[in-house]
């Protein structure tokens, strides 16, 4: 079945400095793609999409390109901040009514 | 405007004990759906509504019920809480059916059962 791998965390990073999260994802069709984002105590937030091959999706600095020769979504940025500190999911969306997450990418910078 | 809340925020259960867990949203969302997280898992589907009086099964239902009675609010009940239940459950609400839809969360239960 489809699935999505990320990749495990955590990561630590001092402030400033580029960030790469790894995702590729296993699909059978056209899968729109997804990262959301976890803050501390709080629910998942939409961070950025990509609904088709070569699209990127980009917010708050943060970019990712939908690559279906790779199957692969990677999250980066160019600079991170203290504030960028979450759980980061990368998902798939195969369906109307269905999201496949991946475990989850514990992001933590240092001042 | 609040969004997608959920009650309560936690909760402790002995064994065999039931509960319900309410989502509700103000977006006039016509669909929502019921996760649990579970450490290094992700999050995965229990039930879901496609609108008002209509429910439908996800990835993990058993153990589960859920009923959508009014448009805003979707209720999780454990008729008989089991230790492999205790997790963190999240709603979420989305305005359409489709494949891009965004899915907008709340905060989230957090369900500990002895």
């Known amino acids: 079945g489809n699935s999505v791998t990320q990749m495990e965390g955590p990561v630590t990073l001092s402030e400033e400095a580029f960030l790469t999260i790894n995702c590729t994802y296993t699909?059978?069709?056209?899968?729109?793609l997804f990262w959301y984002v976890q803050y501390p105590g709080e629910g998942l937030q939409l961070l950025l999409k990509?609904?088709?091959?070569?699209d990127k999706g980009s917010n708050k600095g943060f970019e990712a390109t939908y690559r279906k020769e790779t199957t692969s979504f990677h999250l980066e940025k160019g600079s991170v901040q203290v504030s960028d500190s979450a759980v980061y999911f990368c998902a798939l969306s195969e369906s109307a009514s269905k999201i496949i997450f991946g475990s989850g990418t514990r992001l933590s910078i240092r001042p | 405007n609040a969004g997608v809340t959920q009650t309560p925020k936690f909760r402790v259960l002995k064994t065999g004990q039931s509960m319900t867990l309410l989502c509700a949203q103000d977006?006039?969302?016509?669909?929502m759906y019921w996760y649990r997280q579970d450490p290094g898992m992700g999050l995965r589907l229990i039930h879901y509504s496609v609108g008002e009086g209509t429910t439908a099964k996800g990835e993990v239902p058993d153990g589960y019920n859920v009923s959508r009675l009014k448009k805003q609010n979707f209720l999780l009940g454990l008729e008989s809480a089991a230790p492999s239940q205790t997790s963190v459950y999240f709603c979420?609400?989305?305005?359409?059916?489709?494949?891009?839809?965004?899915?907008?969360f709340g905060p989230g239960t957090r369900l500990l059962v002895l």
């Open positions: 699909a059978t069709g056209y899968p729109s």
């Open positions: 977006m006039n969302h016509e669909y």
């Open positions: 979420a609400s989305s305005q359409a059916l489709r494949v891009q839809e965004t899915q907008y």
């Open positions: 990509a609904t088709k091959a070569d």
